[in-house]
């Protein structure tokens, strides 16, 4: 599919999102939800502002996963991190991916990051996603129950899937992970195109995402980080249902906050309407608070969640644009000198440098070929 052909069906799907959140509006607001409704009026200042801050500690949280994650490889501030991370949540409610499209920019123009490595670390990230919303998910539906058993099961299933992810990065990253993948492409016979891609700057910025996932204090910071927004939004859900009146139990709390953040992240066309729909979905699936009009309330439950974070993404990303400044949206690199950073000695090894690279060249051309 060509790209003007993938815009316009973006814009198609996000025209049928908002769409689909008009027709939930419509249901919120009928006769069958009048009691919930007026139950919101009387949840009053506080459950607004829990709703608020929870977002805020989302919204750090998620910050704070992306700024581990590339540390081993590269040194940026926490704060432009979280900011750039806060922009890019507010652009994620629009379609085109316009979300990571800014994490691009901004980190190319402000940090001087390729956009190749930036690709690296969206996906070294992507495995942090995995791992926790993975871990959690599974935690609730083998025992359908939270308490300390659940957090023992999901402390578990975390701490295994973050070794292995850690040992494949470590088998091939660095210099010896680079005579492992020639290994690899001699074996398969594809050494002569191996040879040449290994050798372009290209490929040494995509495999700093080795580096990334070989570090086990970055990704287990990454992954708790993770947990900790779950646990979030799982409370957001829990406050928003209390004050619609719509009965959840905390293992449905966080089915419906791992259904919304799933949708959001994964949906081509934004988040509108998209992840509503899928908190609705949820809720019909794992038979939460009862039938009928009660699944109807868990649209307004979805919405309540959705403008409380709305309101916090406008914030921020108001925050984020004036810490950041204009210059980190102008997309200029900085300078190779001031770009490059130097990796923590206490992480484990990333990508070799060129001259490193050039000596595993060397090394591999005096290999045998194994054909």
Not at 153 to 166: P, Q, R, S, Y
Not at 175 to 182: A, I, N, T, Y
Request: aromatic share 6%; proline share 5%; net charge positive.
């Amino acid at each position: 599919m060509s790209p003007r052909n993938r815009r316009i069906l973006q814009l198609v799907g996000y025209l049928g999102a908002l769409g689909l959140m008009a027709w939930a509006g419509k249901i919120v607001l009928s006769d069958d939800n009048r009691e919930a409704l007026d139950r919101l009026g009387e949840a009053g200042a506080p459950s607004i502002a829990g709703l608020v801050a929870l977002a805020v500690g989302s919204l750090i949280a998620n910050g704070l996963a992306f700024w581990l994650v590339i540390r081993p490889v590269r040194k940026i501030d926490a704060l432009g991190v979280i900011s750039v991370n806060a922009v890019a949540t507010l652009l994620a409610y629009l379609p085109f991916k316009l979300s990571i499209v800014a994490r691009a920019t901004v980190h190319k123009a402000r940090d001087g990051l390729p956009v190749v490595m930036t690709g690296a670390w969206m996906a070294a990230t992507s495995a942090t996603v995995l791992i926790g919303l993975g871990a959690a998910g599974v935690s609730a539906w083998l025992l359908g129950s939270i308490g300390w058993v659940f957090g023992l099961l999901t402390a578990v299933i975390a701490v295994t899937c973050i070794a292995a992810t850690v040992w494949g990065g470590r088998f091939i990253s660095g210099r010896e992970g680079l005579h492992r993948l020639r290994a690899l492409a001699r074996a398969i016979r594809l050494s002569a195109i191996t040879e040449k891609v290994m050798r372009t700057g290209a490929f040494r910025h995509a495999h700093d995402g080795a580096g990334m996932l070989a570090s086990p204090i970055a990704m287990g910071g990454a992954v708790v980080a993770r947990l900790a927004d779950i646990a979030l939004t799982s409370a957001r859900f829990a406050i928003a249902a209390a004050a619609v009146g719509v009965s959840l139990d905390p293992a449905g709390a966080v089915a419906l906050a791992i259904a919304y953040f799933v949708t959001g992240a994964t949906s081509p066309v934004g988040m509108v309407g998209t992840r509503e729909a899928a908190a609705v979905a949820t809720a019909s699936v794992f038979g939460l608070g009862g039938t009928g009009t009660e699944h109807e309330a868990f649209l307004l439950v979805a919405l309540v969640v959705t403008a409380a974070e709305l309101v916090t993404a406008l914030g921020g990303a108001a925050l984020g644009f004036v810490l950041l400044g204009p210059s980190a949206f102008r997309g200029k690199g900085l300078p190779p000198s001031e770009a490059a950073g130097e990796p923590d000695p206490n992480e484990a090894p990333s990508t070799p440098t060129p001259t490193i690279a050039a000596d595993a060249d060397r090394a591999g051309a005096n290999e045998p070929d194994g054909r």
